[in-house]
């Protein structure tokens, strides 16, 4: 009885440090991601030897922290996809759906090339792709967005300037809650510039009531 009894403390302390592990590599490695392990055991406040009973290897880490971004971005495209709305509202609420979860791992979008891979990252990426594709194509048909380029390029063109933006916001050059970024998106969309701020105001205020 004793023994099981001094297991819990135990396994809820491994818990604690496995999370307090991962919470300081996202922060820490978005700032520098050539950041060792050594550096990251002493950010988290734990020994080295306790972060390596976790992570043996930077690879596991990073596969850890790939495999969260993965089922967190998947879980919050599958709540926005049943929803119905104008092309703009659509892209708006989406993009600020996901700030959070692109905000928490953006330190990915540094250790892509290097550690994880570009394949990896696109298919982190590929149902928020396919999400965005959709509402372009949509609002191309609806006559909200520009038409002069195919829907899947246009996709792809506004995924690669959030990204520029998120690197900014990486590296302390801009310091947003998502709202510029995504004011930017729709305007590069194709939305005028006054359309794009009240849309966006409008779903931020939106996402910030409490449900009912």
Known sequence: MSQS????PQRRNARSNRARILATARQELGRNPDITLEELARAAGVVRRTL???FPGRAALLDVLAEEAAETLQAAVAVEAGVTESADLALARFS???WPVCDRYRMLLALARRDLGMDRVAGILEPARVRVTAIVEQGQRDGLFHSHLPAPVLSAGLEAMTVALLEAVNTGALQDDGTRVVVTMLIAAGVPEKRARLVVDGVA????TPAD
Do not use: T
């Open 5 to 8: 009894v001094g297991r819990v």
């Open 52 to 54: 390596f009973g976790h």
């Open 96 to 98: 600020l759906s996901l």
């Open 205 to 208: 205020a939106a996402l910030d």
